[in-house]
């Protein structure tokens, strides 16, 4: 879909990549630019796994919400550490994606901008369930995280005022100690 009509089933269109034009890139440092063709067999195979193999089944918007709610409540660590947890769940346990479906995925979600695990999660949702599992996943995998710190925006000075700030301390060695696990 993408080598034929320049985007990710009209996603998103990708207007700067011409197939038929030479493109210019480096041959490494200190080296003048080239101009290459871009083989369209090549870039047909490789930007073609997200949607070469239908999913296995698909799912509703609530099965959607509801695993990456499971995802949003215990996956801990940044972006790096949730696409591990992703890749389990969701290509070994669920068999919603392929192998080479969820590593051109992660090609794709690092090249963007922003938390490439939420980008994930929105794209793995648009697959299964549309645009409704898009947003299903997005409320499901950053509500719990949400929730966690407004509650804790809100109580931190009466939590504080009773028991001290030594806990306090203690959330933080927690959180070195699990992003060092992760």
Avoid at 2 to 10: D, K, L, R, S, Y
Avoid at 112 to 140: E, Y
Avoid at 146 to 174: E, N, Q, S, V, Y
């Amino acid at each position: 879909d993408f080598a034929q009509n320049g985007c990710f089933h009209g996603v998103f269109p990708l207007d700067f990549v011409s197939l038929d034009k030479p493109y210019r890139r480096s041959d490494g440092p200190g080296k003048p630019l080239s101009a290459k063709r871009v083989d369209r067999r090549v870039l047909r195979f490789h930007l073609g796994a997200m949607y070469d193999v239908p999913p296995t089944r698909t799912a509703t918007a609530l099965e959607v919400f509801l695993a990456f709610l499971r995802q949003g409540l215990t996956a801990f660590g940044g972006p790096a550490a949730h696409v591990g947890y992703f890749r389990r769940d969701f290509v070994e346990k669920r068999g919603w994606l392929s192998e080479s479906a969820f590593a051109d995925l992660v090609a794709l979600c690092h090249f963007l901008p922003g938390p490439s695990s939420s980008q994930m999660g929105m794209a793995i949702g648009l697959r299964q369930a549309g645009l409704a599992g898009a947003l299903a996943a997005f409320a499901g995998f950053t509500l719990p995280a949400a929730t966690a710190m407004i509650a804790f925006a809100l109580f931190i000075p009466d939590i504080t005022a009773r028991i001290g700030d030594g806990w306090l301390h203690g959330l933080k060695i927690a959180a070195a100690a699990v992003v060092l696990q992760a």
